[in-house]
């Protein structure tokens, strides 16, 4: 009978670990659990972010090129002495939207990226325009602005990215 009880020691030892181990695995389960919902909503959160980034550069864009069409349209068929301020508005337009295609341009796919730098190049072909047909003695614009590439830019761009949006929607 002396030897009988001579595993007893060793089975307690037994059922301890794995009494801890069980602890400590169940203790475990509900951090990890909870570290992982928080990294799938990380991701979740930037996506939303980038989607929203994406939007609104798109359509700082657009808004930009449409403000210098109006500002052009304006200057063209303004005459008097504060032609030089216009003509300034134009550039700054200009500039603009140059900025907001660099933007775009970081953040979309290549084929609106290169639609966007098309719509840029447009305002800064229109802008080019304006400031050449103004003739400074008469404070006054001599020939009427030509938009047909700039709108179709414009149109290209926007269906670009309405199409680019809609697919990323979930």
Do not use: W
């Amino acid at each position: 009978m002396p030897g009988d009880n001579a595993d007893m020691p060793q089975v307690s030892l037994y059922v301890a670990i794995t009494t801890a181990v069980a602890a400590v695995l169940g203790a475990s389960i509900s951090p990890v659990s909870t570290a992982y919902q928080n990294a799938r909503q990380a991701v979740r959160d930037r996506a939303e972010r980038r989607d929203t980034a994406i939007r609104q550069a798109c359509v700082d864009l657009l808004r930009s090129a449409r403000d210098l069409r109006v500002q052009v349209a304006n200057t063209a068929a303004y005459h008097g002495t504060e032609m030089g301020a216009r003509l300034e508005r134009v550039r700054q337009l200009e500039a603009d939207a140059a900025s907001h295609a660099d933007e775009v341009a970081l953040l979309v796919p290549a084929d609106i990226a290169e639609s966007a730098t098309k719509l840029a190049r447009a305002t800064a072909q229109l802008a080019a325009s304006a400031q050449a047909n103004v003739r400074n003695e008469l404070s006054a614009s001599i020939r009427e602005p030509n938009f047909n590439e700039l709108n179709d830019c414009i149109t290209d761009f926007s269906a670009r990215v309405v199409t680019y949006v809609r697919s990323t929607e979930g």
